[in-house]
């Protein structure tokens, strides 16, 4: 089993910056890779970045490449999503997920665990 929890939303306005984390307990964190999702009212949620299990490899959805990045501090089972330039659009509730697969993956289907989400609003 493995427990996530999220941390760091808040209300911002457009042009701000955001940190979220997400700590891990539970399994070994360096095994699994980490992902962070989103889902803004009265859509599905989405894919926003995931990294690998050694940080060495991540991935991104388009319309957060250049403003958002997603780091690890495996000493601190901890995964972060910097959030920088928010615009109104990314206003959701945001989740970090964990998958045991053997790459990383954008789809929420490869992700074994989930978080309870934390709330990111940004006023334009």
């Known amino acids: 089993q493995v427990q996530l929890v999220e941390s760091g939303g808040g209300s911002v306005q457009a042009g701000g910056s955001l940190r979220l984390s997400c700590a891990a307990s539970g399994r070994t964190f360096s095994n699994y890779h980490m992902g962070w999702f989103r889902q803004a009212p009265g859509k599905e949620r989405e894919f926003v970045a995931a990294?690998?299990?050694?940080?060495?490899?991540?991935s991104y959805t388009d319309s957060v490449k250049g403003r958002f990045t997603i780091s690890r501090d495996n000493a601190k089972n901890t995964v972060y999503l910097q959030m920088n330039s928010l615009k109104a659009e990314d206003t959701a509730v945001y989740y970090c997920a964990a998958s045991f697969r053997t790459i990383i993956y954008r789809v929420q289907g490869a992700y074994d665990y989930w978080g309870q989400g934390t709330q990111v609003t940004v006023s334009s």
């Open positions: 990294i690998s299990w050694s940080g060495e490899s991540t």
